[in-house]
T-cell receptor, first 110, second 112 residues
C-alpha cells in the first residue's frame, strides 16, 4: 500500500464547477504539501499544511491530522486549472524529503 | 522574487556518457533536494543536502553522485548513462526543516 494515496486519479469537469481532490496518508508527517504540475513538467508548490486550512485565491486546502486526510478544493474552476495535482508529505524521519502521491490529472473543459 | 535555477534545461547524451546537472537554490535556502521523474512516473527522491552535508539518500544509483558547494548550489553527476536515466530531474530548495520546498523548472535528460 502506498504511503500517500490520492483520489480520484483522473477528473474531468466543466468550467465553473467546484473541484475536490482527496489525499490520505499512512505515515507520521511534519507537513503535507499540495503541488501543481503542468504539462511540460514544471512543479509549483501550492500549499504547505501542518494543521487546519489555507486559502489562496480560488484554492483551498484543508488537513485533518487525526484522520490523516487532506483535501484540495478549487472553486469556480477554469481551463487554466488543468494540470496534475500532487499531494506529498514530509516526514521528520526522512529528513523532510517529499513522499509523493500518484497525482490527480484534472481537466477543466470550457 | 528569485526562484530555484536549474541548468541546463535540456540535455541530450549518448549511452555511457556522463552528465552534470546544476541547481542554484533560492538565496538563504540551505537545503537542496534532487528528484527524478521518469515518463509517466511519480517523482522519486534521489538525495538531499543540508548545509553542504548529505542529509538523506533515496533511490540514487551508485553511478550518480552529488554534492552541495559552499555557495549552496548543488551538482548531480551522472556517469555511465543508461537509456533508463532519461527523465526529468527536479531540484528543490528549502530553509531546512519541514519548510516549504520550492522547485526548479527541471532538467530534461534524454539518453540516446
Amino acid at each position: 500500500k502506498n504511503e500517500v494515496e490520492q483520489s480520484p486519479q483522473n477528473l474531468t469537469a466543466q468550467e465553473g464547477e467546484f473541484i475536490t481532490i482527496n489525499c490520505s496518508y499512512s505515515v507520521g508527517i511534519s507537513a503535507l504539501h499540495w503541488l501543481q504540475q503542468h504539462p511540460g513538467g514544471g512543479i509549483v508548490s501550492l500549499f504547505m499544511l501542518s494543521s487546519g486550512k489555507k486559502k489562496h485565491g480560488r484554492l483551498i486546502a484543508t488537513i485533518n491530522i487525526q484522520e490523516k486526510h487532506s483535501s484540495l478544493h478549487i472553486t469556480a474552476s477554469h481551463p487554466r486549472d488543468s494540470a496534475v495535482y500532487i499531494c506529498a508529505v514530509t516526514s521528520g524521519d526522512s529528513n523532510y524529503q517529499l513522499i509523493w502521491g500518484a497525482g490527480t490529472k484534472l481537466i477543466i473543459k470550457p | 522574487a528569485a526562484g530555484v535555477i536549474q541548468s541546463p534545461r535540456h540535455l541530450i547524451k549518448e549511452k555511457r556518457e556522463t552528465a552534470t546537472l546544476k541547481c542554484y537554490p533560492i538565496p538563504r535556502h540551505d537545503t537542496v533536494y534532487w528528484y527524478q521523474q521518469g515518463p509517466g512516473q511519480d517523482p522519486q527522491f534521489l538525495i538531499s543536502f543540508y548545509e553542504k552535508m548529505q542529509s538523506d539518500k533515496g533511490s540514487i544509483p551508485d553511478r550518480f553522485s552529488a554534492q552541495q558547494f559552499s555557495d549552496y548550489h548543488s551538482e548531480l553527476n551522472m556517469s555511465s548513462l543508461e537509456l533508463g536515466d532519461s527523465a526529468l530531474y527536479f531540484c528543490a530548495s528549502s530553509r531546512g526543516g519541514p519548510d516549504e520546498q520550492f522547485f526548479g523548472p527541471g532538467t530534461r535528460l534524454t539518453v540516446l
